[in-house]
């Protein structure tokens, strides 16, 4: 209890506020409410978790109904409609209608009721399939996805564009952050669905019960920023409490995998503190510090071992065509998207 | 005026049917396009509003159309768009996904929607083919629509790859023509001016041309997308959206233009330009080598004719039109 006395600090002369999380019980809500509470939270935030079993995101009415019930100051928007590689392919269409439909729902709610702050997630494999590196927030539509998880990609795309919408038609601040691979407890731990690390962790213990081997798919040479969910979370809420550019900011795990431009696919996000990261971080470190706030977990305290490039025959994020890993198919159109 | 031999016969819906574009399909449908086995369907916002999920499922469980022609669309010109990108995309997505999904729903065979050449990168090199719809940002003045229209492009493919639908699009360069929104704060370029000039007639005053007059565009006639349009749908099986445009060759200036509608309408008095006003995008040059590749004898109305009969029932319907 001393140590969470310690921590927490209400800011002078702010607002209450009450954050309404959706996707509230996913990796990235369960990392937030545990931060939350345990050391970050502060006095003046009250904090809203929901889910599905809320409210279906995807109606307008059902939306409406959880905003009006919980009318919050704040909006977290965490839900989405999410899956591996094989999936996104079987299933573009659906990656694209639902998520857009949750996405008008939740940021139009947010506007109707006077929402004075929403942070939404996109992630780094909306980014353009053919790139230059390293890739920063920029860029984000400077061409084509990935046509593996081109309908997922664009919906996420689209709340940038709609954030942006919204910013010059009303002057609301709804803004959105970037991760990259996001692992850590409450995770889809899934082999054939969910990503990479969770999967391989769950094959480990699996191997190690039956006394066989871990396979992994692919070669094991890509390579991918990970950043602990933890360390996400009290970056979610940094960039909810301090954070003011509509433009979004990429939240990068901060590990020793270097930066390369190897032919498996390197998505090549400044992984130490870029010079745009340090930019935006240089204004608000002196009120995180003042808020004992800690830096990124070290890759070796997070995990069991370091994160290792590998590879899979799922989804990746961010690559250029990752030409082993993506099944073509000849009925498709071109992949020009 | 014929039907093809064993062919099943069509209704074809036209969203937007009472528009600038509808309006010419009507007119081409009525006067030699159609065909026999066609019964063609015009719906406007008076018959459903199809930002609603609703009102557009019950429309097409009342017409039941085999085919549609998706030309309905929240549209402006450039200082409408400036001032309203959210509800310029936040509406078009709404209804190009109530069409679109209500058209999966009820089994229809082809729909051809209608994107625009506005929608394409705003840093790009030229000319612009259909390939480059998604290589870039759109122009900042309007990203709402722009994005809005690229995404028919992505939900078409959607549409294709996870149920084998066949929809398209067609991209036209700037479309002018006769029952266009002649409004001089709202609508397009060409109807602007032709607005202008009338009233500049009627007041004695000079013609005032916002900008420069240095931008160029690519102007297509309504009749003659009208009969491309009818070409597409019953011809072009691609999902992949066609440009529908005159030559690079035919680029003409704002200036220029300006000159055909006082031309036209026989204006005798100054021509300014109101340099302080925004100019827009400063080119957006087409390729038409696609369409030129499937139909290589396509004739198009020359421009000043079109100018000039689109001038005439400006100046006849003046009452009437919209504005």
Wanted: hydrophobic share 30%; aromatic share 8%.
């Amino acid at each position: 209890m001393e140590h969470r006395a310690l921590a927490m600090t209400e800011a002078v002369g702010a607002k209450p506020k009450r954050i309404l999380v959706t996707g509230g019980t996913g990796l990235v809500g369960r990392a937030i409410q545990e931060v939350v509470a345990n050391g970050e939270g502060q006095t003046d935030e009250e904090w809203v978790f929901v889910s599905s079993r809320d409210a279906d995101l995807t109606s307008a009415v059902e939306t409406r109904a959880l905003f009006e019930k919980h009318k919050p100051t704040h909006v977290i928007h965490l839900a989405a409609m999410v899956g591996g590689l094989f999936k996104n392919i079987r299933c573009n269409l659906d990656f694209w209608r639902r998520n857009i439909h949750i996405n008008d729902n939740v940021l139009h709610s947010a506007y109707e009721c006077g929402v004075q702050k929403v942070v939404s997630c996109l992630s780094t494999c909306i980014f353009p399939d053919k790139t230059t590196y390293p890739i920063d927030e920029t860029m984000i539509h400077n061409g084509p996805p990935h046509s593996s998880n081109f309908g997922y990609s664009y919906a996420k795309r689209m709340i940038d564009v709609q954030n942006r919408g919204y910013f010059e038609q009303h002057g609301c601040r709804f803004t959105a952050v970037i991760p990259t691979n996001v692992f850590g407890p409450h995770d889809n731990f899934n082999i054939e669905d969910g990503h990479v690390l969770p999967g391989l962790i769950h094959k480990v213990y699996l191997a190690k019960q039956n006394g066989s081997a871990l396979t992994v798919w692919g070669t094991g040479k890509p390579r991918r920023q990970f950043i602990y969910s933890l360390d996400l979370a009290r970056l979610f809420v940094w960039v909810l409490r301090e954070y003011e550019e509509v433009e979004p900011i990429i939240l990068s795990g901060k590990d020793k995998i270097p930066r390369g431009r190897g032919k498996g696919g390197n998505n090549g996000l400044s992984s130490s503190p870029s010079p745009q990261w340090e930019k935006k971080m240089k204004s608000p470190s002196e009120r995180l510090q003042r808020q004992s706030w800690r830096p990124w977990t070290s890759g070796e305290s997070s995990s069991s071992t370091q994160p290792r490039p590998m590879g899979s025959s799922r989804r990746q994020p961010a690559t250029p065509s990752s030409g082993t890993t993506s099944p073509t198919s000849s009925s498709r159109p071109s992949d020009k998207l």
